[in-house]
Each structure stands twice: as structure tokens, then as C-alpha cells.
């Protein structure tokens, strides 16, 4: 067997991702787009196996950081939907209605939750009194419904799409404040550290803030066209649902103050879409160690004239050793060829092959192919547990860094709409640039750039003063710009 | 301190059930019943805690018997709800309807998901090709939605509930019949092995079955007040649904076969309802010690005159040796008294509190509480980890056994409605009497036993010739007789 036996069967990633994209979802099985509802689809067994490892990976690190679960209904009613003013504004057109049950017309119609400020904060206002009761960290695992008028694309934009969403109350704006810098450390902690998934910080301008919403902080990941993804927020509400919403509690100097608000949404949907996209090469998904639902796969390669059960024997013995260290790992006796094998494996992303054939059994060895770089090895079979907890954190950290370096390296700041088009050419994708706060600067931007919006500026990084690169007016604020999704 | 301290704050349990039960789920912070949509409730911190470690074992039971997780959407399209013909005069006057998204009407109507049979089959038909795709085994863990017309009441009825649906697609019939016992032995593993409900297993009669399906087994459990309460279903659905979705496999013969299947249904609302009502006391919960979120408490008991710090500091580090055995484990140092503690911590239903005094630091003893009995013993520190070790095991072996003596007291066989009657009256609550299968004689034994329901006859359960305990016909079938929720 050589490398030679596996066609590359997908078009260039780079060159056509849309097509490339289309088909992995397809054939590694992530999700079905056949349910005929238009932004619905279905998760398939694959897909859902990635999502709850993804899901558990953030379900953890928010419970470490002193969140609980909790669940609210799936419907709001209109009256408590509306009750924000500027919320209402910003998703009144996305709602999905439910105005019937049974035979009967409701008395009042009821919105599947587009988000749940307005189906938690009247309840917690129940359940905050007193300056001990706070903070509150809770978040919830749901999906949520947003009637979207722009295309949808599985998992990128749909009209159901999953996420988590932590909603949290605190006694200070200077306590709220510190919540978004712990939300980045999650995401970090998650996204980058374990998924490989880099992302850049923003704070988003104020024409671009959630509905509702005092401060806005985004990440936003980089897809291989040059596009970026916004896979989670963190907003700073103040105080402003809480006065809707009588969200007040009694403080310790025996005075009534409402409580400051944060809310943080992780984009689960589009998470699993970026593992994808980023990863992914021209044989189909590539995934991190500690995500793969299936770790390690074990190939018997079966050789005319040599005792196939020999073969199995010595798979089997690999098998139990590496499932008493904790790994996922599954020996395919199946009859079709290594290469059918190699084929559907590698589409997968499952990083760890082990091959074993005559030669492996005879000379106690076992064969390693690494599917991050398609590079194979051979080593002693008492090496084995030591090359894969070395791999185990190789693997990651590999696909972390080649995504590292190509957002790093796709960012440049220029001062005119000149140098910006000439190193788009270039093939730069990311541009800072000065700019002086005004929405209608961004749309003339976004107009004669051929598409590049204002993403905001990064969190903590140093400004220097310069000129909007728009309008000329002087300013310190810097802001990314890019083309997004 | 002594036991005295703790008022037992809560009514009577078995005298009154209904008031009993809503108490706990306030104090105890299951949920919140404020939501203020008939029907639709909000799972609070501790409550959903709970919820998902039930998940989890469930879960990990299917995932162990090749069921592998999908994520199919909320909504479905009126004409698919409506293909077969039976199911969905079973649900239409049950279904919260779409109609509307943003500004627009739809143009087809979007029921909420009641069950999801008709949002899986129409894909299921697209994945399953040969017989090499069966047998196809998927779960979701979701909300379902329905209009109940009946009175609604927390975690036991309600418009919105959470479930487990499995939905599995196989060769013959003969496999789909062994899943509906591979079904009965998950619910024994968890319900009965992990959380101590027991239930009997019934195969409902012909006009109880499933909307659609070709028999219905059902896993009954009994509530405190006598009545019981389906925590379960098992549908064999056979050949009805494939032939309306058009599933189908090519055999091995080379003929097309329609595939016959099977869905279970694991009521996760209900559960923990039962969890509550079964185990609960005038204190509150009582959790067996697997499904506990917190699983011992170590409550410091100060001495006036004595260092705190030395009874905190051997707290710590009976809490570091437990933490470290792998339990979940805490020490309340807040300023509330130990009787104040004993009282959250006991409403909760946490299986083991130790209790650090000054007498226990000075003779490195460890004095132990066990929730289940209510009984103390003082220990050698050294001894602590064994003794745990076996209250882990104890205390859940304990609720099941007090359950299902519960269970196992109260059937009894009568022959005439006069025997039920009084056994009634002694306190009796299920009854298995002969049966005859007609509908009419159910709703007259209904009428006239102030409502007694046929729920089935047992599964594997031997029976003997006898007469119809209404009309009087000879039938070799028993069915059970019980009031129900």
C-alpha cells in the first residue's frame, strides 16, 4: 500500500471552498441539507458526534467559571419580546410566530426565541433580591430562530442554528466589564487552544452593536477565502434590559440598585463549520485530537498467503492497549480494500492511522500515518503509547499554528484606499485601518472597497493617532476591516 | 448539634402529595413555574444540573447499544406531519402551528415538533439504501411541543417537555421486536439500576397504542398517591410508516424490502418528577448518589472558644481526599449557622453530609449523615473512603429497594370489581384482572372503579384462563388496572 492508492477526491480547498465545502458536509456525513425546509437542516450521526464534543468542551470550561445550566422555553411571548425597545427593532423582522395550537387561535402570539434576553431577564428578576444573590452565571444550550432574509448556508447562516448563551448579572459595571475578558479566556481556553481555531478580539463599532446592547465584543475567525466569521459575542447590556426588566436587588448600604447585565453567545453552529473550513484539506475534514470522536483507527492490511487472523490478533492487541489509555480507537475488519478504508477515514478527519500488515506483525512494529500531514512513520509497538501522546498534542498544535499563521499573516495596516487595494491583490485579507466612528464612513468604505466592512477595533491592543482613512478626520481608533460572512 | 435542629418543613408527603410536590420544586429549586405561558416552565440551576447527569446516563446506555446521536429541526412541514394517516389524527389537536416569520406569512404552515416521526422519516428514506445501512440506530435528546387540553402541572404534563426519542430502522421483524427489549433493559440499567424507579412494563391494549403504530410497551412507574405514571414508550411501528416515507433497503437477495421500525421514548421531565415524588421526604429531595450534582457536603461546626481554622483546615482536607477519589464534593464555610445548612443542603437531597466539629479534629474522627435514613455515625478519619464507598452503593440500593417494595405491595389479582373495591380501600393501588380487550369494557371498568385505566398487560408475565372482570368472556389475558397521572 502507498500514499498513491488514495485519490484526492475534492476539488482544491482553496480555489473553489464554496464546492469543496458542499461536498465534505456531504460525504464525511456532517449534516443533510435535504430537509426541504429552507435555513433547517439536519444533524447527522457524524456531525452530532463533533457537536457534543464541542459543546462539552465549552459546557465545561463555563461550569469552571462558576456558570450553572439552565433552560427557559423555547417561546416568548410578544409582549415580553417587546418590551425593549431598541431589542424589538433589531429582531422583529427575523421572528418566527406561532399564532395557532390545536384548533385554536392564541390569545397571544408567541415568538420562537431568537435569543432569550426577553424569556430569562422577567424571571430573574424574580430570582435576584438581594446583593447576595449576585452575580448570577447561567447559560443554556439551545437552538435558536432567525428568520434570515439573506442566503443561508448550512451551519454559516441558517434559520435554526445552535449555540450556547450565557446571560449573567453582577453588582458593578466594573464586574460586568471583567466577565467579557473571562468570555475571551474561554473562547481562547476552547476555540484556539483545543479546536485550533484563532480568532481576533473585536469591539464592534456602535452602529454595530447588538440590539439593546452598550458594548459589543465579537470574535471573528478567518475562513480560507479571505473571509471572516463571527463565531461568538460578548455584550455589555449596563443596565438597560434591567430597568425593563426590574432586574434591581438590595445592596449591602440597604439601597436599590438594577444589577449590570452581560450576555455571550457561542456560535456552536458555525464553530463546527469553521473546524471545517480551516482544517480541512483536499481529502476531506482534518480534525483536532481531543474533538474526534474517533481518535484512532486501526487498518489491518491483509497480504495473500499470511494469516489474516495473525494480523487481526496483533490489531486487537493494539486495540485494547490504547482503549485502557483512554483513547477512541476501533479496528476496521471490514472486507472492503485499505484503500476504500484510507478513503473514508481520511474524509473524516480521524487523526491517527495505524496500519498493520505482515510486516508490522513479524518485526513487532506498528505503522503510524498522521492525517494532518499525511505523513507515516514507523516505530517499535513498544513505542506506541508514547508516539501518540506525543502526536495527541503535535496534532493540535499543528493545525493551531498553520491557522495562526495564516490569519497573522493576512493582516495589514494601510492608510489609503490605494495601498488597501493593491495588497488585497496581494492577497492580504485583513486590513487595520484608522477610522473615525462614523457609520456613514464604513458604508462608503464597504461601497468602494468591493466589500470590506468595518469589524471593529481589536481589545487591548495599542492605537496610534492617524486619519480615517475615509473621511481624513484625525483619529486614534484603528478598526480591521475585511470581507465577511 | 443534633437533629432536632432541623424542622421538617415541608407537609406530609404521602397525605399531601400535590402540595408536598410543589414546595420541593420551589425550595428546592427545580424549577420555576413563573413563566407565565400555560404549560411552559423554566428549568433552574440545581433542576437542570440534575436533568443533565439523568442525560448523561441514558445517553451513555444508547450510545453503548450502537444508537448514535442526531439533531433533526423543530419545525416540520404540515404535509409531512400529515402523510400518515393515523398519527396525525393522533396529534392535530395537539400541534402549536407556525404561520407567520417576520413581516410575512409562511407559505406552508410549520408545526412545532410533537413527536418526530414525520421530520425523520422522509431523510431516513434518503439515508437507508441496502440492507448494508441497517440496522440504523439515532436518538436526539429535545423539547417536544404539545397542546394539552388537560390541566397542565410541572415536569409531569406539560406544553413543552424533554425527552429522549430513539428512532431505529431494521431488516425484520424479528430484530425490531428484540430492540423493544433491548429498550426495557436500558430503562432497567438507568431508571431502575441508577435512579431507583422502579416500574412495571406493559404492552398497552389496541386502543392505547401509539398513533401509527402496530404495538405500544410502555414502562409505568408509581407515584406516592397511588397513581401511576408513564415514564416511557416503546412503539413497534413495523411497516406503516416506511411505506408512507418510502423507506426501503435493497436485500441481499436483491429484492426491495420496506424496513421495519421501532422509536422509544424516554419521558425526561417525568423522570425527574419521579425522582422527586418517589424518593423525596418532609425535607425535601433524596437523590441517589450517582444522579447527585453535589454528592457530600462537609459542614464545619463551630465551637465558641475553639480555632475555626483547624476545623476548616480538616475540612479542606477531607475535601482534597475526596476530590481526589473523583466524588463532587464541597465545604460550606459561609456564615449561615450548620442548621441552616442542614436544612438547604437536606431540601437538595445531597446523599451524604459530614459534619467537622471539635470533637471529631481532636479525635481525627469524621461524623457522617446519610440523606436516605436520616442516620448519623461517628467514624475514624482513616476509614473514611471505604465507608463512602459503600454508602455510594448503599444508599441507591437502599431507595430502589423501598421503591419497589412500594411497587410490589400494592398490585393485587381480584376477580370481580366488588374485590377491587375493597383491596382498594385497604390500600391497594394496582389491580391485574382479566381482560377481555374490548374498549367498551375499559371505559366501563373506568366508570364505574371511579377510574381505574386498563394500562396493559405485563411483558414476559405468565397468564392463566379466567374471565373478563366486566363483561364476564373467557380470555387467557391480564391486564393491569391503575389510576394514572
Redesign the interface.
Known amino acids: 500500500m502507498t500514499e498513491r492508492d488514495i485519490e484526492e477526491s475534492l476539488p482544491d480547498k482553496e480555489k473553489n471552498l464554496s464546492e469543496w465545502y458542499s461536498m465534505v458536509l456531504e460525504k464525511a456525513e456532517i449534516v ?1 441539507i ?4 429552507k435555513g ?7 456531525g ?2 463533533i ?2 464534543n464541542i459543546i462539552r468542551l465549552f459546557e465545561s470550561e463555563l461550569e469552571k467559571t462558576g456558570h ?8 416568548i ?1 410578544e409582549s ?1 419580546l417587546r418590551k425593549e425597545e431598541e431589542h424589538v427593532k433589531g429582531f ?12 385554536s387561535k392564541l390569545e397571544e402570539k ?1 415568538a ?1 426565541r431568537p435569543t432569550s434576553e426577553t ?1 430569562m431577564y ?2 430573574y428578576s ?2 435576584i433580591k438581594s446583593y447576595k444573590d449576585l452575580p448570577l452565571k ?1 447559560y ?1 444550550t439551545v ?1 435558536v ?1 432567525r ?1 434570515e ?1 439573506k442566503a443561508t448556508r448550512p451551519l454559516l447562516r441558517g434559520r ?1 442554528f ?1 449555540w450556547i448563551e450565557a446571560h449573567n448579572v453582577f453588582r458593578s459595571r466594573e464586574e460586568a466589564y471583567k466577565q467579557t475578558l473571562e468570555d475571551a479566556d474561554i473562547f481562547k481556553r476552547v476555540s484556539y487552544e483545543k479546536l485550533g481555531i484563532p480568532f481576533i478580539h473585536v469591539k464592534r463599532e456602535e452602529f454595530d452593536k447588538f440590539p439593546g446592547a452598550e458594548d459589543t465584543f465579537a470574535f471573528d475567525t478567518l475562513m480560507p477565502d479571505g473571509r471572516v466569521l463571527q463565531i461568538g459575542t460578548t455584550h455589555y447590556l449596563g443596565t438597560k434590559f434591567s430597568k425593563v426588566f426590574d432586574i434591581k436587588f438590595h445592596d449591602v448600604d440597604g439601597k436599590y440598585r438594577y444589577g449590570h447585565q452581560t450576555c455571550y453567545g457561542i456560535g456552536l453552529s458555525r464553530i463546527l463549520a469553521s473546524l471545517i473550513m480551516i482544517h480541512g484539506d483536499s481529502y476531506g475534514m482534518v480534525l483536532p485530537f481531543d474533538i474526534a470522536p474517533l481518535q484512532i483507527i486501526i487498518i489491518p492490511i491483509p497480504k495473500t498467503g499470511y494469516d489474516l487472523n495473525k494480523i487481526f490478533e496483533y490489531c486487537d492487541d493494539i486495540q485494547r492497549e490504547l482503549i485502557d489509555k483512554g483513547y477512541k480507537v476501533k479496528v476496521d475488519k471490514s472486507e472492503k480494500t485499505p484503500g476504500e478504508k484510507y478513503y473514508y477515514y481520511d474524509m473524516r478527519g480521524i487523526p491517527i492511522r495505524i496500519e498493520v500488515g505482515p510486516f508490522e506483525v513479524d518485526n513487532r512494529r506498528v505503522t503510524l500515518f498522521r492525517r494532518d500531514l499525511r505523513m507515516r512513520v514507523t516505530i517499535p509497538r513498544e513505542d506506541l503509547f508514547n508516539k501518540i501522546e506525543r502526536l495527541r498534542v503535535d496534532i493540535t498544535e499543528n493545525l493551531r499554528r498553520k491557522a495562526e499563521d495564516k490569519i497573522k499573516n493576512t493582516i495589514k495596516y494601510v492608510s489609503n484606499l490605494d495601498e488597501l487595494k493593491k495588497y488585497s491583490e496581494e492577497g492580504f485579507s485583513i486590513f487595520k485601518v484608522h477610522f473615525c466612528g462614523n457609520e456613514e464612513c464604513a458604508e462608503r468604505i464597504k461601497n468602494e472597497t468591493g466589500g470590506f466592512e468595518v469589524r471593529g477595533s481589536g481589545v487591548s491592543e495599542d492605537g496610534f493617532n492617524g486619519e480615517c482613512i475615509m473621511c481624513g478626520k484625525e483619529t486614534s481608533k484603528i478598526v480591521y476591516l475585511a470581507k465577511a460572512y
Chains 1, 2 share one sequence.
Request: glycine residues 6%; neutral net charge; proline residues 9%.
Open positions: 443533510d435535504r430537509y426541504g425546509v433547517f437542516i439536519v444533524y447527522m450521526p457524524y452530532m458526534e457537536m457534543k450553572r445550566p439552565v433552560l427557559f422555553p423555547v417561546v411571548p415580553n422583529a423582522g427575523q421572528v418566527f410566530w406561532i399564532t395557532h395550537a390545536g384548533y408567541l420562537l424569556a422577567p424571571i424574580l430570582w447561567a443554556q437552538a430562530y428568520y432574509t435554526e445552535l
